[in-house]
């Protein structure tokens, strides 16, 4: 798959809005900040295909965009404490509203920084995603924050502390340092050709 050929959709602020799943689905979750849009600008080599912000909690959207035969959906970082109980509201909304509608699911990226263990949240995320027997696979973002023996200290915790079964991959990234970006491409291109 052509990481240079990624095309910005449309944000939905309502699951209803949703189109019907045209194409296999490759989505991006985690709590805000976390680093997704970074990441994903760096997946595709691009500045600011996904908006990144110094501020956590943007108004929270379903991001649609399109690569080849493959959509990749940006989710609405969650957990951010700052946020009014009508925007929490609008992000389960969404989340559980994408989650339940009768998509092609083709793979689930939940992003959870590697300097702490996962959060309540993140741990929701990642039960919701086993129970639901979606495919899914763990990123820790902002490794260049850590060592590299703290970074597979953490990586090995982490995957511990989720009961991560041996199917479910788990990749070290840095966005700002390129870390494991090579290695998420593969798993994508893996994914997207099976
Ligand atoms: P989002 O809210 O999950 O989309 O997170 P952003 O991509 O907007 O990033 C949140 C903050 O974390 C920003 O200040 C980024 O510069 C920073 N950040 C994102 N990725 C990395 C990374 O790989 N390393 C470091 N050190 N900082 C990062």
Redesign the pocket.
């Given at each position: 798959m052509n990481f240079n050929n990624v095309r910005y959709e449309r944000s939905f602020g309502t699951s209803s809005q949703l189109p019907p799943s045209t194409m296999p689905e490759i989505s991006f979750a985690?709590?805000?900040?976390?680093?997704?849009?970074?990441?994903?600008?760096?997946l595709f080599n691009r500045k600011a295909l996904?908006?990144?912000?110094?501020t956590?909690?943007?108004t929270s959207t379903i991001n649609f965009f399109e690569a080849g035969d493959v959509r990749f959906v940006?989710l609405p970082?969650y957990g951010?404490a700052k946020v009014s109980k009508s925007e929490k509201g609008r992000w389960s909304e969404l989340i559980e509203g994408y989650f339940n509608q009768d998509r092609d699911f083709l793979l689930v990226l939940s992003?959870i920084d590697i300097r702490h263990p996962a959060q309540p949240l993140d741990e929701n995320m990642i039960a919701f995603l086993q129970d639901a027997e979606l495919p899914f696979a763990v990123v820790l973002?902002?490794?260049?924050?850590l060592t590299p023996n703290k970074q597979r200290q953490q990586k090995a915790a982490i995957t511990r502390q989720l009961d991560l079964g041996p199917d479910v991959p788990i990749v070290v990234?840095?966005?700002?340092?390129g870390?494991g970006i090579d290695e998420l491409r593969k798993l994508v291109s893996a994914e997207v050709r099976n």
């Open positions: 985690g709590r805000s900040n976390v680093g997704k849009s970074s990441l994903i600008n760096r996904a908006k990144v912000s110094g956590p909690g943007k940006d970082g951010y992003l973002t902002k490794a260049d924050k990234t840095s966005s700002e340092k870390i």
